[in-house]
Structure formats: C-alpha cells, structure tokens
C-alpha cells in the first residue's frame, strides 16, 4: 500500500525560504508526482509537478519561486520554496500516480497528510 509522509513545514516570514520534502513507499506505478495546497476557505491547488521523464510544471502563483525535485529513485520529493509570501500559508501536499498531465486519477492517486505552512507579513 501506498504512503506518502510530508516533513518539513513550519512559520516563516514573507521573503524567507522553506524546503518541503514527501517520503514515498509502497508505490509501485511510474506515475507522475506532485505538490498541492490548500488555504483555508479555498479549493485545492496543485503547483508543481515532476513527471518520468524529469520534465516539471509550476502554477503560475509558483513559477520562479518554488522548484520541484526528487531523489534518483523518486523515493523522496522535495519542494524547495523561494521568496515566501502570506498568499503562499496553506495545507501543502504531495501526491503520487497522477496522470502524466499532473491530474488526479480516481483509485490511483495517493495522499499524504498534509504539512502546513505559514508565512507571516
């Protein structure tokens, strides 16, 4: 069975950096990997996605300031984030067998719990 553990959340001010990372076992598809958040009253986001080949995708909310990465086995997923700001405090996510386009596939696509971030003006 599947797992996916975020680590790495925590306060930070806007301007500062933080580093996400998923630790993923039990999963047994190639699949596309991702980061999604969720903000209190709004709807889940995804924002960077990390395919088979390498190739990666931010939301435009994230482009130029989070970077996606993953160790050679894709056993861990990491987040690096960039030049934080409040709009960025949410529930961050990963998530494992996506579709390659980084959609989520009913019955396939597994969860972690969820690592809150907060940035602070």
């Known amino acids: 069975q599947a797992q996916l553990m975020e680590s790495g959340g925590g306060s930070v001010q806007a301007g500062g950096s933080l580093t996400l990372s998923c630790a993923t076992s039990?999963?047994?598809?190639?699949?596309?990997l991702g980061w999604f958040r969720q903000a209190p009253g709004k709807e889940r986001e995804g924002i960077a996605y990390l395919d088979n080949d390498g190739n990666t995708k931010y939301a435009n909310s994230v482009k130029g300031r989070f970077t996606i990465s993953s160790d050679n086995f894709k056993e861990t997923l990491y987040l690096q984030m960039y030049k934080l700001i409040p709009e960025d405090t949410a529930m961050y996510y990963c998530?494992?067998?996506?579709?390659?386009?980084?959609?989520?596939?009913?019955?396939?696509?597994?969860w972690g719990q969820g690592t809150q971030v907060t940035v602070s003006s």
């Open positions: 998530a494992a067998g996506l579709s390659r386009e980084g959609r989520v596939v009913p019955g396939l696509t597994a």
């Open positions: 039990g999963y047994k598809y190639s699949s596309t």
